[in-house]
């Protein structure tokens, strides 16, 4: 249990919270909180359930709002961001935001991950199956028997590129008994040195400094990319027993788009994008609800989530149409997102729980128990002292409250409690979150 999650547990309004959790009366629908309660309840639930969390907001940017405050609560919060499908080879193209999305997924799948946030544009997107993922990974520690050669086939497969030396993610080189390699994963790139056949030491090192910075002892190969092909023959093999099915209206022009990605990965050159062709090396794609098995849901705001899956399922159905007027997608490569009643069936599945500020006609599953919290949320404030003694002064006036005033840096957070301290409100700062917060006294 956290300083924050103690603050909450004895709110009545949360205990019926906790009844309806303990009791499986789920979904359950909870109105009355803006976006930092959303993140206090979030926090909460999670710590002293003991349970992960996966939640969904309208966007992006209101995720990555709730992952700062989540983590500014002590959680271990990450965002797992939406990725745009390249369908069109491009030279180039960044793929920063599948090498987050995978190191969120690896996260996921060993447990280290805490509250998984999102967009439901993300939720919505397929990716790598959850099998497929843990085939592709290793872990390695010192004293390890591995060939190099075996390890560079692993990579290779896994989706890493050969370079001359690491400096990005997704990329390996081998230089003699040292592999270099920068797994998503990862903050920075693993140099593993080789006894012969046998792990001799594993380090991390600085790409831009090419030195060795940190004997780790250990390092773990996690794919590079989302959508693993395998060998260049293999997957070439795969692309024309496809495209010699195609069959009617239009079919020369994707004949002719897939061939040349034939010859490309026959000619041992490495396609740019593998986007069109998730539904051919997944038939049965997943989805990151595949790797929240036993993960509480939140629904941040459900209806405007479903006014935003019905805009991004309508703008992807109008590209998928025009991609496949122009040959660059054909038939059977159109599939590339869970369905909105595909979603809501994750809702009735999972221990979900519809976080709302205003409440509105009905939610998207039937719920069982509605909860009406008792927040507040204060005016922005300007700066002044004056201004903030008006807003915690209820909460400072019974020796029985709790008051937290979190500052945006430590240097800030000392000089208001010796202001506070000044005008005779009593003020302890903290320059990390204590165990618990105590009653009658400001905390900042």
Known sequence: MSCFSRILSDNPEYRNISISLERNRLPLGVLGLSHIHKAHLIETLSANFNRKALVLTPDEAQASRLVRDLNAMGANARLYPAKDFAFRPTEGQSRE?????????????DETAGIVVCSVEAALQLTI??????????????GDSLRPDALTDLLLHAGYARADQVEGLGQFALRGGIL?????SSAMPCRIEFWGDTVDSVFSFDPETQRSVENTGQTEITPANEILCGEN???????????????GKGSAKARTSLMADVDRLRSGIRLFSFDRYLPLVYPNAAS?????GNYLLFVSESFAVKERAGACEKLLHEEIKSYLEEGVLCKGFDHYTLSWAQLTGKYEKAPTLYLDNLPRGS??????????????????????LLQLIDDIGPATALESQTCVVMSGGEKNAFALSNDLNAEGIRSIFYPSLPESFPKGTVCV
């Open 233 to 247: 023959e293999s997957f070439a093999a795969l692309i024309e027993e496809h495209f010699l099915s195609l069959k």
């Open 97 to 109: 935001y599948e090498h987050i999305r995978l190191g969120v997924l690896g996260s996921m799948l």
């Open 363 to 384: 939610f998207d599953t039937p719920v069982h128990d509605l909860v009406t919290m008792n927040a507040r949320q204060l005016s922005p404030w300007n700066g002044s």
């Open 129 to 142: 199956p959850p099998a497929v993922l843990t085939a592709n990974s290793l872990r390695i520690k010192t």
């Open 288 to 292: 990151i609800f595949d790797y929240a």
């Open 180 to 184: 270099d390699f920068f797994p998503p």
